[in-house]
């Protein structure tokens, strides 16, 4: 039972290797759809193993923890290897969703670890795990709204097309380098919380979940080298005579970076409402 609960919610997560349906997704969507299916819909996924598989099954989830563990380190690594190697925007981003809910499969799955001395790290990595669910939604949502902007303006996604963005779209150039950072865990964003909770409490269960660490480097690689493709250097391509962000566009791009940036460093009035379902969570699963 736990098994076929488990394919559902890997499907809709994704996780590798039942995330083939996500790039064509994004890519083919409206920015407005993908930032509404990275934002909301794929949470679903990840909140079923919290709120669902987790306490409903804990015996079981305990014999599968290891290949979730697994599942979760290869989908971290894979995600970010893939990303790395794209040039559509779109698809770069939405391979970084595999990687980023990676680290999510990764903290659920060492909360299975169950040991006399790991409880505070099991309710660290659940911890880390939800505050995941709630950055990610706002800086990839964030990401696709900025990927969509180009193609409303060239009608491509193509990186290579532009180049030297910064020059006439200032603005957007600096929404894309803040949201950049924020996907890769800088301190300060609300990724940098998530991503240290869950390495944290996954590591100190789960020695083995250091495997994973390379995949926060990968994905420092890919947006530097994505930044550096698109907003510096000569104007050229694409990027010439394109228009900066609108009104519209800042206030709603904006106001996503700047809820991760709050959570990156005021954390506490989230953790308050996160910490007491983790430690449930733990203590169900751990019974």
Same mark, same amino acid.
């Given at each position: +039972? ?35 299916? #990275? ?7 990840? !909140? ?5 598989? +987790? ?36 698809? +770069?981003?939405? !391979?970084?969703? &595999?990687?980023?809910?990676? !680290? ?25 795990? &939800?505050?995941? +669910? ?7 949502? #964030? ?7 180009? !193609? *409303? ?22 929404? $894309? ?14 990724? $940098? /919380? ?5 390495? #944290? ?16 480097? /990968?994905?420092? #690689?890919? $947006? ?24 519209? *566009? ?24 996160? *910490? ?12």
């Amino acid at each position: +039972m736990l098994a076929a609960i488990l394919i559902g919610l890997a499907i809709k997560t994704p996780t590798f290797p039942f995330h083939t349906w996500l790039p064509p997704a994004h890519t083919d969507a409206p920015a407005i759809g993908s930032a509404v299916l #990275a934002g909301v819909l794929l949470k679903m996924g990840t !909140y079923g193993f919290v709120r669902i598989a +987790m306490p409903l099954l804990p015996d079981a989830w305990r014999s599968w923890a290891w290949v979730i563990i697994v599942v979760g380190i290869v989908s971290v690594l894979y995600g970010a290897l893939v990303a790395l190697a794209q040039t559509d925007v779109k698809r +770069m981003i939405a !391979y970084t969703s &595999v990687n980023h809910m990676g !680290y999510i499969v990764l903290a659920v799955g060492a909360a299975g670890v169950v040991s006399d001395s790991s409880a505070q790290a099991q309710q660290l990595a659940v911890t880390g795990a &939800v505050v995941q +669910m709630v950055s990610h939604g706002l800086i990839t949502s #964030a990401l696709f709204l900025l990927a969509g902007v180009l !193609y *409303e303006r060239r009608k491509s996604y193509d990186l290579n097309a532009f180049g030297g963005l910064a020059a006439p779209a200032p603005r957007y150039a600096a929404f $894309f380098a803040v949201a950049a950072f924020a996907s890769l865990g800088l301190p300060g964003f609300s990724g $940098f /919380i998530a991503e240290f909770q869950i390495f #944290a409490g996954s590591i100190g269960t789960v020695p083995l979940s250091l495997l994973a660490l390379p995949g926060i480097l /990968i994905t420092a #690689a890919l $947006f530097l080298l994505a930044s550096q493709r698109l907003l510096t250097g000569k104007t050229r391509g694409l990027s010439t005579g394109f228009s900066d962000l609108n009104t519209t *566009e800042t206030l709603s791009i904006g106001s996503l970076l700047v809820l991760s940036v709050v959570i990156g460093v005021f954390p506490r009035f989230l953790l308050d409402v996160i *910490e007491p379902a983790a430690s449930v969570v733990v203590n169900l699963v751990g019974r």
